[in-house]
């Protein structure tokens, strides 16, 4: 198929048919394309969506006829997580990779308005990986561990009435990034004619809100009446179950009950067959190729073109990667010479605003050491006339001090001569 597809996009519509005169051999490629893909195993990824005590982990175990270890999760989070688990799987010669990723406390919180926002980035980081891994200059998809979500199995209680709003919020933003298949949970807790009509209310809400979920594909004539017909049964009403009881002379899987019992695998009780034959044996390739063709192409044309990347020019005409790559190269390199020259120009005004504050504080610092200059000259001033006033004291009380002394020693003199008569009459 993928040959075929190639010659047709090389020769297009212009190829001429021509017969073959014997035996070629070239019809040995389904048989390679077979041999090849059993050799490399599969890969298949469920993402399991519900809230807890629906049975989900139970209704894995019993889809795959297997017991999946795995710890007991604690549903006191307060937000979704998302708990990843992968097994390898064999069946004949045929390995199957299988992941099932479970929401461990959807619906637990009070507050449940963000509840999808966990699982939409769960299932984008898994298209971002792959992305991440395409866009590498050295690529190894052919042995790359693909966790694009393939299928997700919506877990729905079995009220009977209507949707919840959680239900129809958490599909709505999911529809457009994984194939959305409704099952109705334990569907044994109501009866036949609830069933009936809440089957017909789910259908109508889905279409009432515009929740585009996984349609089985009915363009391949091999599956297209079985497809059709189990289009009218969505969404599943399941019940699941490891319990085996016997049941005449065979043991089959079942649900015991004080009034009776549920075989799972009985099309009378519940539609779980019908949910594996559409899920496993028969659409698990198309709901592989969904997941690539659509799903993810959507995802990446939406990231590419953010980054800039188009397939055409504004005048409509084709544009090739590299062209976008040397186009967007030129615009950035635009971008950054234009913020160069911002920043150069910024930082040139902003030298120009330092100097000038550097000038401006220049000034004011000159014309502060003036002031101070002055004052301290006036100081300088006035110590001078203070210093010279007191040496014109210190002169005077010397000239007074002198002159004390001369009439002191003049005092005396004239004192001595006197006692000195004195005497000279006393002798005489």
Same mark, same amino acid.
Request: aromatic share 8%; with cysteine; net charge negative.
């Given at each position: 198929?993928?040959?075929?597809?190639?010659?047709?996009? !090389?020769?297009?519509?212009?190829?001429?048919?021509?017969?073959?005169?014997?035996?070629?051999?070239?019809?040995?490629?389904?048989?390679?394309?077979?041999?090849?893909?059993?050799?490399?195993?599969?890969?298949?990824?469920?993402?399991?969506?519900?809230?807890?005590?629906?049975?989900?982990?139970?209704?894995?175990?019993? =889809?795959?006829?297997? +017991?999946? $270890?795995?710890?007991?999760?604690?549903?006191?989070?307060?937000?979704?997580?998302?708990?990843?688990?992968?097994?390898?799987?064999?069946? !004949?010669?045929?390995?199957?990779?299988?992941?099932?990723?479970?929401?461990?406390?959807?619906?637990? /919180?009070?507050?449940?308005?963000?509840?999808?926002?966990?699982?939409?980035?769960?299932?984008?980081?898994?298209?971002?990986?792959?992305? /991440?891994?395409?866009?590498?200059?050295?690529?190894?998809?052919? *042995?790359?561990?693909?966790?694009?979500?393939?299928?997700? =199995?919506?877990?729905?209680?079995?009220?009977?009435?209507?949707?919840?709003?959680?239900?129809?919020?958490?599909?709505?933003?999911?529809?457009?990034?994984?194939?959305?298949?409704?099952?109705?949970?334990?569907?044994?807790?109501?009866?036949?004619?609830?069933?009936?009509?809440?089957?017909?209310?789910?259908? !109508?809400?889905?279409? *009432?809100?515009?929740?585009?979920?996984? /349609?089985?594909?009915?363009?391949?004539?091999?599956?297209?009446?079985?497809?059709?017909t189990m289009n009218a049964h969505l969404p599943f009403a399941v019940v699941g179950s490891t319990e085996e009881v016997k049941i005449g002379n065979k043991m089959v899987k079942a649900?015991?009950?004080?009034?009776? @019992?549920?075989?799972?695998?009985?099309?009378?009780?519940?539609?779980?067959?019908?949910?594996?034959?559409?899920?496993?044996?028969?659409?698990?390739?198309?709901?592989?190729?969904? @997941? #690539?063709?659509r799903h993810y192409e959507l995802y990446r044309r939406c990231k590419l073109e953010e980054m800039g990347f188009k397939d055409t020019d504004p005048d409509c005409k084709p544009f090739?990667?590299?062209?976008?790559y040397e186009a967007k190269r030129n615009e950035f390199m635009g971008e950054l010479q234009k913020k160069e020259e911002e920043m150069r120009q910024m930082f040139v005004q902003r030298?120009?605003?330092?100097?000038?504050?550097?000038?401006?504080? $220049? +000034?004011?610092? #000159? $014309?502060?050491?003036?002031?101070? +200059?002055?004052? #301290?000259?006036? $100081?300088?001033?006035?110590?001078?006339?203070?210093?010279?006033?007191?040496?014109?004291?210190?002169?005077?009380?010397?000239?007074?001090?002198?002159?004390?002394?001369?009439?002191?020693? /003049?005092?005396?003199?004239?004192?001595? !001569?006197?006692?000195?008569?004195?005497?000279?009459?006393?002798?005489?």
């Amino acid at each position: 198929l993928e040959y075929h597809g190639m010659c047709e996009t !090389s020769l297009g519509e212009g190829a001429r048919a021509v017969p073959l005169a014997g035996h070629v051999g070239f019809d040995s490629m389904p048989d390679q394309l077979v041999n090849k893909s059993v050799n490399h195993g599969f890969c298949f990824n469920i993402l399991c969506i519900g809230e807890t005590g629906l049975g989900k982990s139970t209704l894995m175990d019993t =889809l795959f006829n297997t +017991k999946f $270890e795995g710890e007991p999760t604690q549903h006191n989070q307060p937000g979704v997580q998302l708990k990843s688990n992968t097994y390898e799987l064999q069946e !004949s010669n045929v390995r199957l990779m299988l992941t099932v990723v479970n929401t461990v406390g959807f619906g637990d /919180q009070i507050n449940k308005e963000d509840s999808y926002k966990s699982i939409v980035e769960f299932i984008d980081t898994q298209f971002e990986a792959y992305l /991440q891994e395409e866009l590498k200059i050295k690529r190894t998809l052919h *042995s790359y561990h693909d966790t694009r979500i393939h299928a997700c =199995l919506y877990f729905i209680a079995p009220t009977g009435h209507s949707l919840k709003s959680l239900d129809l919020v958490t599909m709505k933003k999911l529809d457009s990034k994984v194939n959305i298949i409704p099952i109705i949970a334990k569907s044994d807790a109501i009866s036949k004619s609830e069933l009936t009509k809440f089957k017909i209310k789910i259908t !109508s809400e889905l279409v *009432s809100n515009g929740v585009l979920i996984y /349609q089985f594909p009915i363009d391949d004539e091999t599956v297209a009446e079985i497809n059709s017909t189990m289009n009218a049964h969505l969404p599943f009403a399941v019940v699941g179950s490891t319990e085996e009881v016997k049941i005449g002379n065979k043991m089959v899987k079942a649900r015991q009950y004080p009034w009776g @019992t549920v075989q799972v695998e009985n099309e009378n009780h519940c539609d779980f067959v019908k949910l594996r034959e559409m899920l496993i044996r028969v659409n698990m390739e198309d709901l592989r190729e969904q @997941t #690539h063709t659509r799903h993810y192409e959507l995802y990446r044309r939406c990231k590419l073109e953010e980054m800039g990347f188009k397939d055409t020019d504004p005048d409509c005409k084709p544009f090739s990667l590299q062209e976008t790559y040397e186009a967007k190269r030129n615009e950035f390199m635009g971008e950054l010479q234009k913020k160069e020259e911002e920043m150069r120009q910024m930082f040139v005004q902003r030298v120009k605003e330092k100097e000038a504050e550097l000038k401006e504080a $220049e +000034k004011e610092l #000159h $014309e502060k050491f003036d002031r101070l +200059k002055k004052l #301290h000259q006036d $100081e300088k001033k006035k110590l001078e006339d203070k210093k010279k006033s007191l040496d014109d004291e210190l002169n005077g009380f010397k000239q007074k001090k002198t002159a004390a002394e001369l009439l002191q020693s /003049q005092a005396l003199q004239a004192g001595g !001569s006197t006692t000195l008569k004195r005497d000279k009459e006393r002798k005489k």
